[in-house]
């Protein structure tokens, strides 16, 4: 348990705008054990303002990914002022497994665990560990795809991975059009709903099936 001293709460909206003020005024410093990032929105934008623009390295990071994407999909949510944002209203969300590790192991992170929708990633000059870093596709079969147990987030989530890998037959080019299809869908109901609102820009491409 830390002491009182040690800790700055800070209940502010964090952006890739706001965050090297809110990182500065919360005196973390340099030397950051521990990151942990999971809000449902542009997750890996945020990522990337703390180690790209703050410059921060944690030994440590943790994100939520948006396992509806399994792997190799690369998915991301980037930033804009004034987007519109919500996993729990049915809008585009978050970063998957394949994109954080892709986008951490160009900045020398690997993937240690994945804890059903939470991903552990540690940096390599850090790696403690006799075996080595884990693929995204092995780690997303292991400890979500196939995993034995109860979760509340699993069951919709896992429905949407399986249909999507079991649809796309071992195709990288169906299994990016069928994945498209939801974040497209909800792009034209949000607009619907509100008009004249800023989508949330995504991004969605394909890597190789580890057994490729």
């Known amino acids: 348990e830390l002491p009182p001293e040690r800790v700055v709460a800070l209940a502010e909206f964090a952006t890739p705008e706001t965050v090297d003020d809110q990182l500065r005024r919360a005196q973390l410093g340099r030397e950051l054990t521990v990151l942990k990032i999971d809000i449902d929105a542009f997750d890996c934008s945020l990522l990337s303002a703390v180690l790209d623009v703050v410059q921060l390295r944690p030994a440590v990071i943790v994100m939520e990914a948006n396992v509806k994407f399994p792997p190799p999909l690369q998915w991301n949510v980037g930033f804009v002022p004034g987007m519109a944002l919500g996993s729990r209203i049915g809008r585009p969300w978050g970063c998957s497994l394949a994109y954080q590790a892709a986008f951490l192991g160009e900045r020398q992170y690997s993937l240690l665990h994945l804890d059903i929708l939470d991903a552990v990633f540690v940096r390599d000059d ?87």
């Open 126 to 212: 850090l790696w403690p560990f006799p075996w080595r870093p884990l693929h995204p596709q092995e780690a997303f079969e292991a400890h979500f795809l196939h995993f034995v147990g109860d979760s509340n987030f699993r069951p919709p989530m896992w429905d949407r991975a399986h249909s999507l890998l079991a649809g796309a037959k071992g195709s990288r080019s169906r299994l990016l059009e069928l994945a498209r299809r939801e974040p497209l869908i909800q792009d034209k109901s949000t607009l619907r709903g509100v008009p004249g609102i800023s989508l949330a820009p995504w991004n969605l491409t394909v890597g190789a099936y580890l057994d490729a």
